[in-house]
């Protein structure tokens, strides 16, 4: 059986520009250079993906290049979108789907997040499911019925198989940016929480192998205590990704708990 190896994500959502954009892929690949053991991809804006490539391959890196997005149609008249060929055509290898700010900011739901799952794993690319919840949600006593509900919503009609190339991530809204991370316990209890439904969705060898990650407000300082929680994988990582120093400890501690599962 497959071990559960760390995956840490950088998501560089709505900031760089041109020359911040290679400054930082620089950085992170000097900064982690000699690290192993962890899956590490960036998600710059679309319009750097190129340029980020181009120093990921001119430095024989390993770092996956992510895309923060994509529409689920092939091609047509789709003003503004961008398709899973055209990121696989910039050399994309992981993307997001779902994240909070396309949820909440960009009116997101999960039957659109789920037919761009479907899409991305068809494309032959890696997924990353993104779930969590509002702050008024966890108040009201339902972080687990819309976690449940988002997962199960978000997986509808993916296969056992196609989870080989999904990873979840949980971001509770409410610690997205803020700087307020969940507690390590809260963090793992959802954690195991949705594992245990992965298995109850699919079977137990699906829950085991499959990579639930964290998100919000982790930063290099927090980010070993989150990761040694049995049910965390790692991260997707807002703010602190977009400083190299600061995401390079995070890959760092993910990289010091290794491998679970
Ligand atoms: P922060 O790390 O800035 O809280 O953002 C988390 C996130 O949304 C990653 O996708």
């Known amino acids: 059986m497959r071990d559960r190896k760390p995956f840490v ?41 190129l340029a980020v490539r181009s120093i990921l391959r001119d430095r024989g890196s390993s770092i996956q290049l992510g895309a923060q997005d994509c529409y689920h149609k092939p091609d047509g008249a789709f003003t503004g979108e961008v398709s ?20 909440h900011v960009l009116g997101e739901d999960d039957e659109i997040v789920n037919t761009k799952l479907r899409a ?3 494309a032959g690319l890696t997924g ?11 108040e009201s006593g339902h972080t687990d019925p819309v976690n449940q509900r988002q997962l199960r919503g978000g997986l509808a009609d993916v296969s056992a198989d196609a989870l080989e190339k999904i990873v979840i991530a949980y971001e509770p809204v409410w610690a997205i940016g ?18 245990k439904l992965l298995g109850q969705m699919y079977n ?20 070993e205590e989150l990761f040694r929680q049995p ?10 990704s977009l400083k190299a120093p600061e995401f390079a400890g995070i890959v760092k501690a993910a990289a010091a708990t290794g491998s679970k599962g």
């Open 84 to 103: 899973l060929d055209m990121l696989k055509d910039c050399g994309v290898q992981t993307v997001l789907a779902g994240h909070s700010e396309r949820r």
């Open 231 to 240: 049910d965390i994988d790692g991260g997707l990582i807002g703010g602190a």
């Open 128 to 138: 990353v499911l993104c779930i969590g919840e509002t702050l008024d949600q966890r």
């Open 9 to 49: 994500g950088g998501n560089w959502k709505m900031n760089t520009n041109r020359t911040t954009s290679a400054e930082l892929t620089r950085g992170v690949v000097d900064a982690l250079a000699p690290v192993t053991g962890t899956d590490i991809a960036i998600f710059p804006p679309f319009p750097y993906l």
């Open 120 to 122: 991305i794993v068809e």
């Open 204 to 223: 137990a060898d699906v829950a085991k192998r499959t990579r639930i990650i964290y998100g919000g407000s982790v930063k290099a300082s927090n980010a």
């Open 178 to 195: 803020t700087g307020k991370t969940a507690t390590p316990e809260d963090a793992q209890d959802v954690h195991a929480k949705l594992r």
